[in-house]
Nanobody, 123 residues
Framework: QVQLVESGGGLVQPGGSLRLSCAAS????????MVWYRQAPGKQRELVAG???????TYVDSVKGRFTISRDNTKNTVYLQMNNLKPEDTAVYYC?????????????????WGQGTQVTVSS
């Protein structure tokens, strides 16, 4: 069973940056696509960005040009560099393993999830 530990969230002003990390275990990391999702209060858990085992990336339109997903197979870790953050990016961010094409929204009741990391963008 996959185990996921997200970190790196925090409170940041609009225009600021954060780098999220997600350490995965219980899977053969290098063979899995990895995905970042986010969930704001009262909203669905939605796709933010995904990266395949081969390194191909995909982003939701609202974060293109601002966020970058990357992975380090030697550390079983996936990252999300978030620049030029906006208040609408405020959410709890979660990672998970997945296969492309990555679902645009997922149920938190399906599969295993970590505790997530809170990102708050506010002045």
């Amino acid at each position: 069973q996959v185990q996921l530990v997200e970190s790196g969230g925090g409170l940041v002003q609009p225009g600021g940056s954060l780098r999220l990390s997600c350490a995965a275990s219980g899977i053969i990391f290098r063979l899995n696509g990895m995905v970042w999702y986010r969930q704001a209060p009262g909203k669905q858990r939605e796709l933010v960005a995904g990266i395949t085992s081969g390194g191909s990336t995909t982003y939701v339109d609202s974060v293109k040009g601002r966020f970058t997903i990357s992975r380090d197979n030697t550390k079983n870790t996936v990252y999300l560099q978030m620049n030029n953050l906006k208040p609408e990016d405020t959410a709890v961010y979660y990672c998970n393993a997945g296969k492309a094409p990555f679902p645009r929204a997922v149920s938190p009741n399906k599969g295993s999830w970590g505790q997530g990391t809170q990102v708050t963008v506010s002045s």
